[in-house]
């Protein structure tokens, strides 16, 4: 167990100092409505706030609205004023991120921050700054922005066991993958319009090749299975390799495709209990709760022993959204500061080793062009039955010189399903192996 320093808080008499750093979409919007709102917040809070300063990186850049006295761009010297108690990081990145969020915690300030890759990759030497110090590391808006799944994972389920997390944690890619469903559009077409419209980057490969995602999803299996659990441990896919096609035809079967962050605790083979989390396309059956999530819209489900299946659904991303989780932990840091004690940090005492992935057991969609002659079906049945992989559904549509054989598997395991996949593309009889899609929630 991990000793930690004690705060006896420091009373309302005293305001609590606060330190922005970052005036990006998030920063400008968290100083607008905490200025905004200050009585209120101040009246939760049970004591006075005030805005020490506001660090940016470039003061030459206009700022309207805000009191030019509160900037500068020494983020070191703000956060290791006395009269700053409370550091608000919102300038995304890892390493500048860290140097100044860690700095923040072992001179004895509480940290609130949106910045998931950080937290997914710093969060045992983040944690520990914070227990030395006795201060407060919340990371609410780091997870699906305004909706509220790091609190419920820490404090709500505390009591409870968690068995799996299943989210759509990325905005942009759900409404990349809606879109196509709902227009039949292309991949490329809707990436563009992603980005035209600003959900996505100029540069999308941090949403679309799954890693935004795979962030979100280490947070969430850390708090999930008291287990620490970084960006490096999530096998991540993105969705660059979906078509149309691939989205038509789940459709036509009674299926939609999400990009999923799955976190789950199971027993492997060996008979440990381990954990895995996993970031890629999946299919799920249209009556799903998650398959009803469209657009930019963010949801995780969460099945806990004795809570049964919960789900949290709302705005994944955005300034304002963002905004609503970053001063909902300001709040609870501030509080603290006043009334003394802390919110509940890390828990990683049940320390579960990370699953190897070839264990992971989950259900899979194979899309193949083979050869219709005779006998090619029992090939390929035979195939995925000497690799102990049992079929569920076998679909074959004409296509005159070859046939689309479509395989839907039982639960088998990513090593058994990577072999045979192997395998098929030696076969002869089998010209192409189109698409292999997971498949989850039946
Ligand atoms: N780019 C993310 C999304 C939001 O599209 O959901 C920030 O994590």
Known sequence: MTKTTYNPGKGPDVPVGIAILGQGTVGREVLRILMANKDSLEHRVGGKLEVRGVAVGDLSKPRAGVDQSLLTDDAMELIHRDDVDIVVEVIGGIEYPREVVLAALRAGKSVVTANKALVAAHSAELAEAADAAGVDLYFEAAVAAAIPVVGPLRRSL??????????????????????????????????????????????????????????????????????????????????????????????????TIKLLALCERFINPQGEEVISARVHPTLIPRDHPLASVNKSFNAIFVEAEAAGRLMFYGNGAGGAPTTSAVLGDLVGAARNKVHGGRAPGESTYANLPIADFGDVQTRYHVDM????????????????????????????????????????????????????????????AVKEVTSVIRLEGE
């Open 158 to 255: 505390a009591g409870d066991q968690v068995v799996s997390v299943a989210g759509i944690v990325n905005g942009t890619t759900n409404f990349i993958l809606d879109a196509m469903e709902t227009t039949g559009a292309s991949y490329e077409d809707m990436v563009q319009q992603a980005i035209d419209l600003g959900y996505a980057e100029a540069d999308p490969s941090a949403d679309v090749d799954g890693h935004d995602a795979a962030s979100k999803a280490a947070i969430l299996a850390s708090l999930a299975f008291h287990t620490r659990v970084t960006k490096d441990d999530v096998y991540c896919e993105g969705i660059s390799k979906i078509t149309s096609d691939d989205i038509q035809a789940a459709k036509a079967a009674g299926y």
């Open 369 to 428: 062009q083979v050869v219709d002659r005779l006998g090619v079906l029992a090939e390929v049945a035979a195939l995925f039955s000497a690799n102990d992989i049992s079929l569920r559904t076998v679909r074959q549509e004409d296509k005159g010189e070859t046939a689309r054989l479509v395989v839907v598997t039982h639960a088998a395991r990513e090593a058994d399903l990577a072999r045979t996949v192997e395998k098929l593309q030696e076969l002869d």
